[in-house]
């Protein structure tokens, strides 16, 4: 990319203090950014059809790598939450990212969402906890009530964040800060959850630090109604919602009857009428002012109007292409203020390219890496990171009268082999006037910012390192003592 545009150039200005208190002009920047680079950014597809299939054909295998363990976690209410735990493997103490699954989705099947798990924890200096949305087979097998939404979800946002910061759970010591990030309707949680931070924070400091939540539901209501109302594509979601809650009728007898292609609207009007409250609401949690916990279903997850002068940020990446969740009934909202919000913490940004949030697809995956990791550390105050490095000087014979001001590196990174300590990075080296030169360079994996404990690599380890340095080994040709050196460095946690 061009200087102008460099995902480094980028990342300072989000981490700038006098920006990191506003999470307008956070978000109005990361909008110029699109808008002033968006030659630059919108590197790939965008077809409607390549844009769902590369996001759903990724591959990845999250529940045989060894960084990550399933985990269940118990809220009161016996409600019982499966998750994935990603730890680095040292015990520093990280921010630590909660993840709320999309609709449907658990941590034994979640396609959409692969790509985040692997900027979030792969790429990024953060720990992370990747949550099954309520919506999920595997929520209905494991709890007795059956529910979906942001009250429920936004209320036990709360208090797993809660349980990673109490110092009685050995994993607060790893955890430096908390921070929530929701997909589709995970999001619907994540924006609630951020109304509930400002009543349950500790005094000393904001229990959740940032919200970011891509291309969220807003208004749960429209939504599902526009899921459910009719034509092809209700078909095809009351096909796949059939398929993926199977079970759901022993939870739900009323649906052991239903009118064809009625199958996820039926089961939607029984969780209204059914509805008892927030299945993991407890006196400890409080809600906003005059709100009150109770079986109004719909009522509860319209929660805006309780929504008022909220600190801690909330940055909502939204597409304009949408049928899952149609940006007019949602984030535009927000966006064009038709929903009354009293509060200045929200922005949106609306992006061109991607359909509903496939924005790994059209745009450059780097500097999309770039951004979410940028976003959180600004909102990271107490976690510092330190700069290594390693130099090689260029002088011999085979380098003489090569180098000039405008000498530039470009590299690729090679998998490690499974019983190696180090990793090769193979160089391109071309000067101003195009001459080109190839040299590789071995860089020791016990300098980076992972703790490898096993004798001998993983597949899904080997292709880690191979990301991690892809978005953060950074190369170039300097000046030294009349000659010129190679100079690479990459940050890790202190």
Known sequence: MS?????DTWQERMRDPRLAGSSQLQGALVQKYFQDCRSELETGENGYFANLMSMMTMKYAPQTHPFLRRVVVNLPGNVKLKGLLGLKGDLK???????????????????PERAWLMMLFEQSPFNILMLENMSSSDFVANNNQFSFGGYDEGIQNVLVARLLTDSVEPISQLVDSVHVFGISLGGHGVLFSSLLNKYNSPK?????????????????????VALTEGGVKSAFVDLWSRQRLTGLDKKLPALVTYDSFAFLSKAISEIARTYHGGLSYISSVRLPPEMKDSSDFWGLNDFWKYYKQVDQPV???ATEQDPAVPFNLNSELLQNKELK????NI????LPQGVHCTLPVPYDWHALATLFQSYILSHSPGFKMTERSLEVELSDEEWAGFFDEGSRVKFEVQEPNKKSGFVTIEMEVENAKGNEKTMNLS???????????????SASEQEMIVRWLNQNLKLRIQPKNGKYALKATWSVAM
């Open 3 to 7: 200087a102008s545009c460099s995902p």
């Open 93 to 111: 103490r990280r921010p630590l990212v909660i993840v709320r699954l999309g609709i449907f989705s658990n941590v034994e099947d979640f396609k």
């Open 204 to 224: 000393h400091g904001a229990l959740i630090n940032s919200f970011t939540a891509l291309c969220p539901v807003v208004d749960l209501k429209k939504t599902m």
């Open 315 to 317: 940055l909502i990446y």
């Open 341 to 344: 919000v009293d509060s200045k």
């Open 347 to 350: 922005r949106v940004v609306e």
């Open 443 to 457: 860089l020791p994996l016990s300098q980076f910012d992972f703790r490898f404990l096993n004798p001998e690599l």
